[in-house]
């Protein structure tokens, strides 16, 4: 389902222009969300980064803003660093450190997220 958000651009008589559309499916993302958790699960967390991933880059690639296509060119390897020792200060602080990780886990999605040429 295609959800449309429009806006007047100044008139009655002005053409509408579509501010975001989204053309994701159901099926499509089911998929990308059995393979990120069994990414996730199978190594216990550890390549979370690959898995978060493959989800940015599907919500990214169904996200039109403005009448162009957004783009995630973030990376595992560009986030596993980081998320090894996040994932070490969440083990020691027994979970408290994760209300710092979500955030900047948001920052860098953001971020890494761009206009497609």
């Known amino acids: 389902m295609t959800q449309n958000i429009t806006i007047n651009a100044g008139g009655?008589?002005?053409?509408?222009?579509?501010i975001m559309e989204f053309d994701g499916g159901a099926a499509d993302y089911l998929g990308t969300q059995i393979l990120a958790s069994l990414v996730t699960f199978c190594?216990?967390?550890i390549?979370?980064?690959y898995a978060?991933?493959?989800?940015?880059?599907w919500r990214a690639k169904h996200t039109i803003?403005?009448?162009r296509r957004l783009y995630f060119k973030g990376t595992g390897i560009g986030l596993f660093g980081?998320?090894?020792k996040?994932?070490?200060?969440?083990?020691i602080t027994l979970g408290i450190y994760?209300?710092?990780?979500?955030?900047?886990?948001?920052?860098w999605k953001v971020e890494n997220t761009v206009y497609a040429a």
């Open 12 to 18: 009655p008589a002005a053409p509408q222009v579509k």
């Open 43 to 45: 190594t216990l967390g």
């Open 82 to 84: 980081l998320w090894i």
């Open 52 to 57: 978060l991933v493959l989800l940015e880059r």
């Open 86 to 91: 996040w994932f070490f200060l969440i083990i």
């Open 47 to 49: 390549c979370y980064p």
């Open 65 to 67: 803003l403005m009448g």
């Open 98 to 107: 994760s209300f710092w990780v979500f955030p900047r886990i948001t920052r």
